[in-house]
């Protein structure tokens, strides 16, 4: 009689949690899915060749932790949070003092939890791009 009690128990526990998860989605369905899991395509065209659209490679390249929801964001915002600054400032595309070199620096170098990335996974060019884009505090 005791474990049908506790089988009972846990029957709800399990059914209540899957009712909560359906309930924040739209009309029953599943929730929508974070940002950094919805990241831009690849663009299209050859990936050495200069010219390339920085704010789509910021995505699809950086984005799986650089979006919002992302490991890489949300290490920065303890660390932006930590040293004073809001915390929308772990967003690398909201910040206003990288330079394009500090940011080739830490893609090619790594830096402490990020890993660094290869020319393969980032031509030079695609990063030019990505760095043009995010370094709004110039060279
Ligand atoms: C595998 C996850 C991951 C990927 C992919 C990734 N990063 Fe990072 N990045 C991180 C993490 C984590 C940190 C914070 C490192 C730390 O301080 O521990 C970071 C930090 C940085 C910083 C330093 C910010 C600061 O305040 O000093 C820059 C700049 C940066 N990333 C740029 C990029 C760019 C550009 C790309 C794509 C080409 C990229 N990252 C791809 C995880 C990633």
Redesign the pocket.
Known sequence: MRRLEIMALVATMVAGSGAAVLAQGPAGGPPPPPPYQTRAQMPPGDRVAAGRNGAAL?SN??G???LAGG??TN??TK?RLAAGFAPDSAL?ANRTD?TRG??KA??RNG?????R?SRVE?TDAE?DA?ARY?GKAGE
């Open positions: 910021f390249r950086c799986v932790c650089h490991m890489g290490l920065l660390q690398l990288l500090y940011v830490v893609v830096k402490m939890a990020m890993p990335l980032v990063l990505i995010l």
